[in-house]
Structure formats: structure tokens, C-alpha cells
């Protein structure tokens, strides 16, 4: 079956604007994370939910990053008011359920430029 | 925030030759998990390790977990040009589950 798709793959922008990130889990699975990830290093957690809601914002930057999962499947991460600082190849990850014990599957990514 | 640290931070080896990485983590986990990356086919699942658990095998892979030092290994034996990739480890701890993750280990095996 289908994976976890992310688009678009690509994406570069203008500092200050405002940008949106989606996500495909794969279908059935109920809990979908967004984390993000520099150049060199591990990804960074950014938030999870757990069917349409977000269990955990935790790892969320500032209030100028936003997400939704409005019914329970497909997810959109939202950047308002861009900077340079937020260039990232962003990723999404489903898993059957948020337990600590489920297989979360990664989608490509999105790479963001802001320039 | 990462949790966990990974050594060395780039390996080189060859062809049919065992690479070994380390992970080290800082707080009290659940479990741990391996994930490889590469530019072809993204981020994908090794293998989980419980914290009740010492070791683990699947294929040609080997993981440890000594929960005292907090610290857990991979290694890959035989080693093959195809697992030329950056290898991470995750964990997650308490009521989270969110994954933290390491550094990584950049594994080169020459042909």
C-alpha cells in the first residue's frame, strides 16, 4: 500500500511569508507527528495528534507554527510570517496508534527555503 | 532538544567488515529505536529495543541496550554498500510519545 506522502517536496519563499506543509498518513493509522530537521542533525519533535486532536505541542517552536488534522487523517503544518531560521526538511510520520511501542513510518519530507 | 548522542559521528569501512555505532541517552526510557536514513528512501524503522530487553536481533542487525549507562549499540554485520547511509537512535520515556532523537553515526562502506 501507499506510504506517507508529503508535499510538496520542495518549497522555497520569501522571509515573512506564510507557508503550508502536508501530510498523507498512511491510511488506518490513527496518530500522525511532524518534526523537523537541520542540516547534520536528528530530527527535532514537533507536535503529534492522536486522531484530529494534538496530544502533544510540546516541541512547537513559537506560536507562529500551527497544524491541524481536522478529520483525523491528513495533516497541514502551518508557518506564518516565515524566517530564515525556519529552513528545514520537515517530515511527517504516521503510526498505527501513538503508543511507545508502534512503528512510526516517515514520509519524504518537505524542504523549506526561506530566503 | 536531543536526547540522544551517537559515536562516532562518521564511519568508514569496507565491504563485508561489521560497523559498530553508539548511542548514549540522558534520561530514563521506554524503549529505544534505530532508524537509517538515506537520500533515497528517507527515514526507516530498524529495529525497537524495550528497556526490559538487553539485546535484540533482526537479519544482520545487533542491538544492545545497558539501561545503567544508558547507552545502546548497533551493529551491523557483513557489511554491504547499501548500508551506506546515517543511522539514528530514538527514545521515548514516560507518558511521551514523541521521539527524541540523536545526532547520528554517518556510515560509509566502500566497495
Known amino acids: 500500500g501507499a506510504g506517507v506522502s508529503q508535499t510538496p517536496s520542495n518549497k522555497v519563499t520569501e522571509k515573512g511569508k506564510y507557508v503550508e506543509l502536508r501530510c498523507d498518513p498512511i491510511s488506518g493509522h490513527t496518530a500522525l507527528y511532524w518534526y523537523r530537521q537541520s542540516l547534520g542533525q536528528g530530527p527535532e519533535f514537533l507536535i503529534y495528534f492522536q486522531g484530529t486532536g494534538a496530544a502533544d505541542d510540546s516541541g512547537l517552536p513559537n506560536d507562529r507554527f500551527f497544524a491541524v488534522r481536522p478529520e483525523g487523517s491528513v495533516s497541514t503544518l502551518k508557518i506564518q510570517r516565515t524566517e530564515r531560521g525556519d529552513s528545514a526538511v520537515y517530515l511527517c510520520?504516521?503510526?498505527?496508534?501513538?503508543?511507545?511501542?508502534?512503528?512510526?513510518?516517515f514520509g519524504p519530507g518537505t524542504r523549506l527555503t526561506v530566503l | 532538544s536531543q536526547q540522544g548522542e551517537e559515536d562516532p559521528q562518521a564511519l568508514s569501512i569496507q565491504e563485508g567488515e561489521n560497523a559498530t555505532m553508539n548511542c548514549s541517552y540522558k534520561?530514563?526510557?521506554?524503549?529505544l529505536q534505530w532508524y537509517r536514513q538515506n537520500s533515497g528512501r528517507g527515514l526507516v524503522h530498524l529495529i525497537l529495543i524495550r528497556s526490559n530487553e538487553r539485546e535484540k536481533h533482526s537479519g544482520r542487525l545487533r542491538v544492545t541496550l545497558d539501561t545503567s549507562k544508558k547507552s545502546s549499540s548497533l551493529l551491523i554485520t557483513a557489511s554491504r554498500a547499501a548500508d551506506t547511509a546515517s543511522y539514528f537512535c530514538?527514545?521515548?520515556?514516560?507518558?511521551?510519545?514523541?521521539?527524541?532523537w540523536g545526532l547520528g553515526t554517518s556510515l560509509a562502506v566502500n566497495p
Open positions: 530514538a527514545t521515548n520515556a514516560g507518558n511521551n510519545r514523541k521521539l527524541i
Open positions: 534520561t530514563s526510557i521506554n524503549n
Open positions: 510520520a504516521s503510526s498505527l496508534y501513538a503508543s511507545d511501542y508502534n512503528e512510526q513510518f
